[in-house]
Each structure stands twice: as structure tokens, then as C-alpha cells.
């Protein structure tokens, strides 16, 4: 996708966006920023369709054991897709939110921030293998890597660097599932 946007834009940024646009990243609401405030609600929408729902009970089902959800009579491919959509509806919502507050559209500024996200779903309990995990950890996985990035900032390591560091620490996250994994078998 980000190669398409990359020859849709000749790989070059998408300037003066309407003001309109601010109300998605650049605005504040008293001390609270706007993306906070989109964040909160998607994780709202989010926790209540995981917890509260059909949706839900068969994602939790799916990713724990495939096959028993099939012979469960879940239409898999289905809800496989709807997963994928509302996956991609967060990306998207990211990526409004993001252009927003650098009013600037760009194809490369999320680049690198898949290891950010899967880094915090380890970090929050998701086993790689599958079967387990939560948004409410998952979220305070996210805000472990955003302080882990706060205080690289802080210290004055470069990107490239910290790139390196939340690697390792993903690598060590998962040797640690693993670990757990092989001991509960």
C-alpha cells in the first residue's frame, strides 16, 4: 500500500491541507488533545466489540484455535476479513490523525512504526503463536514502547538506535512467550 501511495504522490508530500483537517490532530479540547480524545473513543468502540459481542467471541475464538472454530460452525473467512477491516480502519484513523498534526500528508511517515505496534501487543501479553491477549494490555503495552520512546528521546539516542532497542526488547518479549509457551505444554 505505502508504494502506491508513494507513485500516487510522486513520492512527494501532500501540503495545505484544509483546516477542516485540524480537528483530527491539531486541536485541542482545554488540556486534551484531539487524537487523545479519538484514541479513547476507538479503544472504547474496540473494548466493547471484543467483550460484548458476537464479533468479539468469535475473534477471541478464531485466534485461539482455528479449526475448533470452524467445526464451531464460524464462517471464518468472514470474520477473518471483518478483522482485517477494522485493522485497517485504526491504520487509517493513524494515518488521518498523524497528517493532521504535522499538516502534511506523507507515504513514508508511519514507515517504521509496525515494530512500535507489534512490539506493544508482546509487551501487553500477546502471544505471537496466537490465543491469548486483550486491548487493555495491548494499550498498556502501547504506553510502555511510548515512554520506552519518551526517554530515548530524552536521552538524546538516534532513530536508527532506537529502532535497535525496541528490536531487542521485542526479541526478548517473545523468547519470554516462547519460553512460557514451551513450559505450559
Wanted: charged share 15%.
Amino acid at each position: 500500500a505505502s508504494g502506491i501511495a508513494l507513485v500516487i504522490t510522486s513520492e512527494t508530500p501532500v501540503n495545505y491541507l484544509p483546516k477542516s483537517f485540524d480537528i483530527f490532530g491539531a486541536k485541542t479540547y482545554g488540556l486534551i488533545p484531539s487524537q487523545a480524545i479519538i484514541a479513547a473513543i476507538f479503544f472504547l468502540i474496540c473494548l466493547f466489540l471484543l467483550n460484548h459481542t458476537k464479533f468479539g467471541r468469535y475473534t477471541y475464538a478464531i485466534g485461539s484455535n482455528e479449526k475448533t472454530a470452524i467445526l464451531s460452525g464460524i464462517d471464518v473467512k468472514k470474520y477473518r476479513i471483518l478483522i482485517y477491516v477494522l485493522n485497517g480502519l485504526a491504520a487509517g484513523l493513524a494515518g488521518i490523525i498523524v497528517a493532521s498534526r504535522l499538516k502534511v500528508g506523507s507515504p513514508i511517515v508511519g514507515m517504521g512504526y509496525e515494530i512500535d505496534a507489534i512490539a506493544a501487543a508482546a509487551i501487553g501479553g500477546v502471544s505471537m503463536t496466537g490465543g491469548e491477549g486483550n486491548i487493555k494490555k495491548t494499550i498498556i503495552g502501547a504506553f510502555i514502547i511510548c515512554i520506552i520512546r519518551t526517554g530515548l528521546n530524552i536521552l538524546g539516542i538516534s532513530s536508527s538506535n532506537q529502532k535497535i532497542i525496541i528490536g531487542a526488547i521485542l526479541v526478548i518479549v517473545v523468547a519470554i512467550d516462547m519460553l512460557k509457551n514451551r513450559n505450559a505444554e
